[in-house]
């Protein structure tokens, strides 16, 4: 089946796109290991502290810390592309990442979604992400430019700038298996898709009944351009019946509803920033039951921020699930130091849930608040 698109795709950027997917996105240099042909992955960054009682300690990029409860200025100057810090908590002041901002869903979903090509994938649909990366490659109104700097750097992760949100990363595949074999429940819980990108953990959570399902990925241009749309197609639209190799599938013109949408809420920007928004918001906030999240634990410089932010966001008698390789080379992030780093914290505990030797070896865990009895 042929589709038409409402840009065209030169043949320039035909020949560029192999290299973003082969060049840029190769595990050598982002320190990741690629999903086979037939699917795809995914990474992100973050930012925070321990339970509400000691909210808020040193934020993970030199941002001085306040009272109890407040919120410290930060500089909201971008990090240098190629600069990658590694010490897990650094004394020397460093610069704060993107501010957080709410995405509001627009009125028109039909136009959200009109020029997306959609493939399936296990358990849900996604748009086809080498479309929206040729797009952006075309069109280069894109405020962020994530695409060609990402060409450019021969990289899918360049701090401060772009965390990896326009792939689907392996993990997430496994935490979407592990979610349904489990038969893990979502009905009535308060859910957030950590790192969210794709954003296919929280749609699973929403197609579970979550009572809210919040999103949040570094980059907003992943959340405007592919998870929003993500939530959109796997809410309120039909599929054609025929599917075409390689599964790819066009919208049909129906009209659709926000039904699903009025359960969702949508945040751009680095964690600690993000935490900071939604506590402080004049929208009502309650912490989450459930906080799903896989790859996001590559970088030892972002688990400070990362642990600040399940700390201030979970619930007391919430649980996190984390999908992650075993070790992340070329990073040097990986679940072994990640729970280390949670053992000498002594704020959470963790449990191991499985463990996939297949490939790289891959880890999921949960995550829980120590109780002290």
Request: hydrophobic content about 35%; glycine content about 6%.
């Amino acid at each position: 089946m042929a589709f038409q698109f409402n840009f065209t795709i030169d043949k320039h950027l035909e020949d560029e796109l192999p290299a973003l997917e082969d060049e840029a996105l190769n595990p050598e240099s982002s320190g990741k290991t690629s999903v086979l042909d037939s699917q795809k992955e995914k990474l992100n960054d973050g930012k925070r502290s321990s339970k509400e009682g000691d909210l808020f300690e040193k934020p993970l990029w030199g941002c001085k810390s306040s009272e109890v409860k407040a919120f410290p200025p930060c500089d909201n100057s971008l990090a240098k592309s190629d600069e990658i810090t590694r010490n897990l908590e650094p004394k020397e002041k460093q610069l704060c990442l993107k501010v957080a901002k709410e995405h509001d869903v627009p009125k028109d979903l039909k136009k959200m979604v009109e020029n997306k090509v959609v493939e399936v994938i296990p358990y849900l649909q996604d748009v086809n992400l080498s479309v929206v990366k040729m797009s952006f490659l075309k069109d280069n109104s894109c405020g962020e430019d994530i695409v060609s700097k990402s060409l450019s750097s021969h990289s899918d992760l360049i701090t401060g700038i772009y965390e990896g949100g326009l792939k689907i990363w392996e993990c997430t595949f496994d935490l979407l298996a592990y979610l349904a074999d489990e038969e893990v429940q979502f009905a009535g819980k308060r859910v957030l898709d950590l790192g969210c990108g794709a954003g296919l953990l929280g749609i699973i959570a929403l197609k579970g009944k979550a009572k809210e399902t919040h999103f949040q990925d570094y980059n907003s241009t992943v959340i405007d351009e592919v998870t929003i749309p993500n939530v959109i197609i796997n809410s309120t639209f039909e599929f054609e019946d025929e599917i075409s190799e390689p599964d790819l599938k066009k919208r049909r013109n129906s009209n659709p509803t926000q039904q699903h949408l009025t359960k969702c809420r949508f945040f751009s920007g680095e964690w600690y920033e993000f935490s900071k928004f939604v506590l402080n918001s004049k929208k009502a906030f309650a912490k989450y039951d459930i906080i799903l999240t896989s790859e996001t634990i590559y970088n030892p410089s972002y688990y400070n921020a990362f642990h600040q932010t399940l700390a201030n966001l979970l619930d007391e008698s919430g649980q996190v699930f984390l999908a992650s390789k075993a070790h992340y080379f070329g990073v040097g992030g990986g679940i072994h130091l990640f729970q280390k780093f949670i053992e000498e914290k002594n704020v959470f505990e963790t449990r191991t849930l499985k463990i996939i030797d297949e490939g790289l070896k891959r880890i999921l865990i949960k995550i829980t608040f120590k109780h002290t009895h």
